[in-house]
């Protein structure tokens, strides 16, 4: 295989707080080719936005505490001086956030902030800066765009804002974009809008895309492998289709048996997973998962899983200490609509030891509500 | 309609065959005003203009549709947060758009609501067990102070809290747990509706899941009529048996959860549907077809059918004349006077069809 774009290998950054430190990201490692996308999934606080913006250096100034290597094109970005990093950023790695209007300046013309940035890393004249404005906006497709080079953010609808912010991040052609929830203060007719635009740009530029979402469905129509990220670890790799027809993590699974499906209909059964996600300060032992898995056994408290191949498939890692063979019997009866305790007893795994996180209370059984009946005449 | 779930509803007083709420030409107007002191009408944004629906007694209605398209200002209109610019709502038969004083309090106790933002929609300074009785102390029930207290720590165990953490603070809690507290609260009264407005878009995907599930698990012990808002499509799917889609303060298509996601005849629903990332990269649509531009200001609609601008489908006509709204035969009603085939549906990659 030839070397990957990006290879991030075990980067650590910690945030020291006044309540501690904070283990933002805990030692992860993994790779982008060029050309391909890779979608990192995570709830909130799982240190998916954290290890991007690492990437860029954009943690320095926060006093992160970094260590591990991401290697870009085999230089080592976590040592490089910031004035070499500086020409890095946005120019062979750029970067997309969320909210399309806070990252644009309500003072300045969306043309005049885009002329800036190519003036940034280019020795051109002003009008030339100009004309590539424009030919950018144009390219992201945004309608008449030598007229909108002169609007200002607030003229720009939701989904233009984010175009022109894609504009601006393409202007010296990176080989890696970074988006980070690209989509996800959009509405949903609009979303399909930019994912496409990312699709083509990605064709059209041969760029890679690292694509950062909590948004299943995102980053199975744009990925081509997907990282799942828990409170600061990836706890599983595979390639898209794999992730999605055999996942081996159970945070994975409690993940994909979350979320409603389009064509699910009323009868479908969501199988939530108990608890909330862990502080980054009190991380759990062991197995950071350990205190809301419904697989969990005694020594998963202590051991600290490493993410390890899966069997037969070279490509899929999952940091899971139960056996792979127990997990796939264990997905297999999880696919046939099995609750997570039935699936358990059907391969004879016993159940966790008791844990608050786990019990977090059912609603009540069926029957008479145990409420107050206010007596209510009008 | 039969994907309504038999509930364990106390028979419902006489004539339980009419619906719980009737909207009619609901219409609610922002006025748009210019100058500082002397502020001159300039227009208005077009929040609600002429929504016609029932909500039938135990059935969950959903309402989909994009910023902006008026389905939270349906909703605070339903509950006379907001004066309506026309139309009526009738709750019970009684149209309470003109309502006052102790009719209009007496009517509230009725509904009850659960707003998105579980961090803002809670006192930080008021204990938990404050928040989830202030719907007593409003309404004056339950004076003594245990019995009181018993009420709400019952409550509390019924969605799914620790009755003893009756005294802590919002801040204590997590979003899914606050989102719970929300519930209680709204439950205090034993309302017999509920709206729900977004109650699930600001939680994490293993969060929002338990929340649903709360909802549901209520809905089927209390008999609840629930009125469901959100923009997540499969969400909508799964809570609700009819489902309302709104564009630009009007509802486009309204008709049983099946029939709509199946067969979307409305070239909007179609648009919506195939716009929703599916969570299957066997499904992947490699070239749908995406609906251009974005929605136009409400201030200033389109004139007759509201998505003439963006529709692939649009002809003369529906710049000239507004389709109404009506059955279109495969078990939804929609408005359109070109509305979408069988072929169509399979063409733009609509993938919510079973």
């Known amino acids: 295989m030839t070397e990957p774009l990006l290879r991030v290998e075990d980067l650590h950054v910690e945030f020291v707080t006044e309540d501690g430190v904070v283990h933002a990201v805990d030692g992860i490692t993994y790779e982008v080719a060029a050309g391909r996308t890779l979608g990192i999934v995570g709830e909130s606080g799982s240190g998916k936005t954290v290890a991007s913006m690492t990437t860029l250096g954009l943690t320095r100034s926060q006093g992160a505490r970094v260590s591990g290597r991401i290697l870009f094109e085999g230089r080592d970005l976590v040592a490089l001086p910031e004035a070499e990093l500086r020409a890095v950023r946005g120019n062979e790695i750029a970067m997309v956030f969320q909210d399309p209007l806070s990252s644009l300046h309500p003072f300045f013309k969306v043309g005049w902030q885009l002329v800036e940035a190519v003036k940034a890393h280019r020795d051109v004249s002003k009008a030339a800066a100009r004309e590539r404005a424009i030919e950018l906006l144009g390219l992201v497709g945004i309608p008449d765009p030598d007229r909108r080079v002169d609007s200002y953010p607030h003229e720009f609808s939701g989904g233009m804002r984010q175009r022109a912010m894609i504009a601006m991040a393409l202007v010296n052609e990176p080989k890696l974009l970074i988006a980070d929830e690209p989509t996800t203060a959009l509405d949903v007719t609009v979303q399909a809008q930019i994912l496409a635009l990312l699709e083509r740009l990605q064709r059209e530029l041969g760029m890679a895309i690292v694509i950062i979402t909590h948004d299943l469905g995102v980053v199975a129509e744009m990925a081509d492998d997907i990282a799942v990220m828990y409170a600061g670890r990836i706890v599983e790799t595979a390639s898209a289709r794999h992730m999605f027809a055999s996942p081996e993590h159970p945070y994975t699974w409690g993940l994909l048996k979350s979320i409603p499906h389009l064509a699910g209909g009323r009868e479908e059964e969501l199988t939530p997973i108990p608890g909330t996600p862990p502080s980054l300060i009190h991380r759990p032992s062991g197995c950071h998962f350990h205190p809301r898995c419904p697989y969990a056994q005694p020594d998963h408290a202590r051991i600290d899983p490493q993410l390890e191949p899966v069997a037969d498939e070279p490509h899929h890692h999952a940091a899971c200490l139960l056996e792979s063979q127990l997990r796939r019997r264990l997905w297999a009866e999880l696919g046939s609509g099995c609750t997570p305790e039935q699936a358990r007893e059907a391969v004879g795994l016993p159940a966790p030891p008791p844990h608050p996180e786990r019990h977090a209370p059912a609603a009540t059984a069926a029957g008479e509500p145990s409420g107050p009946v206010p007596e209510v005449g009008l | ?354």
Not at chain 2, 21 to 47: D, E, M, S
Not at chain 2, 94 to 113: F, P
Not at chain 2, 114 to 142: E, M, W
Not at chain 2, 223 to 229: D, N, P, Q, R
């Open chain 2, 1 to 354: 309609m039969s994907a309504i779930e038999p509930v364990s509803q106390p028979a419902p007083s006489p004539g339980s065959a009419e619906p719980l709420v009737q909207v009619r030409g609901l219409v609610k107007h922002f006025p748009l005003t210019r100058g500082l002191l002397i502020q001159r009408k300039v227009g208005a944004v077009q929040a609600v203009d002429g929504v016609s629906f029932d909500v039938r007694r135990g059935e969950t209605l959903g309402i989909v549709g994009e910023t902006g398209c008026g389905k939270s200002t349906t909703a605070r209109l339903i509950m006379r947060l907001l004066d309506p610019t026309a139309g009526e709502v009738r709750f019970e038969g009684q149209d309470i758009t003109a309502l006052t004083g102790s009719r209009l309090k007496a009517i509230r106790r009725e509904m009850q609501m659960i707003f998105q933002d579980p961090y803002s929609s809670l006192n930080p300074r008021k204990t938990i067990g404050a928040t989830i009785a202030q719907p007593f102390v409003i309404h004056g029930l339950l004076e003594g102070k245990d019995e009181r207290k018993r009420a709400v720590q019952e409550l509390m165990e019924t969605v799914g809290l620790n009755p003893e953490h009756y005294n802590r603070y919002p801040h204590e809690f997590s979003g899914g747990q606050r989102q719970r507290i929300g519930v209680a609260r709204a439950l205090a009264l034993k309302p017999k509706l509920l709206i729900a407005d977004e109650p699930v878009s600001a939680l994490d995907v293993s969060i929002q899941a338990q929340v649903l599930n709360l909802l549901r698990d209520m809905q089927r012990q209390l008999g609840l009529t629930l009125v469901f808002i959100a923009h997540d499509l499969s969400v909508v799917r799964h809570m609700c048996d009819r489902v309302a889609v709104m564009y630009l303060g009007r509802i486009v298509e309204i008709g049983p959860g099946d029939a709509l996601y199946d067969f979307p005849r409305h070239p909007y629903t179609g648009a919506l549907l195939s716009a929703v990332p599916v969570a299957d990269p066997t499904l992947r649509a490699d070239d749908r077809e995406l609906l251009s531009g974005d929605v136009p200001s409400p201030a200033n609609p389109p004139k007759a059918c509201r998505f003439h601008t963006r529709c692939p489908k649009a002809q003369e006509l529906c710049s000239i004349e507004d389709p109404p709204l009506e059955d279109k035969g495969t078990g939804t009603e929609a408005a359109c006077h070109f509305p979408l085939s069988r072929e169509e549906v399979a063409e733009i990659g609509v993938r919510s069809a079973r």
